[in-house]
């Protein structure tokens, strides 16, 4: 079986950081990161990763719109993403799962779960 590859975009490092380690360190899986919607974008085309965790709130480009961009591009389109997000109201969970995005993950989130979350998410048996 092959190692399942995330991205994590998000423009806060500590949060990339404490995901990246437990990703790595109890999912087993390869991890690269970007710090804006801009560069995930980009990293999402060339690397083609297994799965992309998202952040909502960033500056400049927010996740919904990066996530617009991702479903635009025909090679990042099919790429399933969970958003990571501290909105936790109804109405707005409401909006982001109408947007198509495969899971919504709430901040702050527990590390050693993060693997587990994103398994089930996915239907990845680990």
Known sequence: MTTKRILIIDDEYDIR???????????????????????GVAKAAAEQPDV????????????????????????????????????????EQRRFAELGVRAIITKPFKAMKLPAQVATALDWSN
Do not use: C, H
């Open 17 to 39: 950081a404490v995901a990246e380690l437990a990703l790595k360190a109890v999912g087993a899986w390869e991890v690269s990161t970007a710090a804006s919607g801009i560069e």
């Open 52 to 91: 992309i965790l998202l952040d909502v709130m960033m500056p400049d480009m927010d996740g919904i719109a990066t996530f617009q961009a991702l479903q635009a591009n025909p090679i990042t389109q099919p790429i399933p993403v969970i958003l990571l997000t501290a909105k936790v109201q109804a109405a």
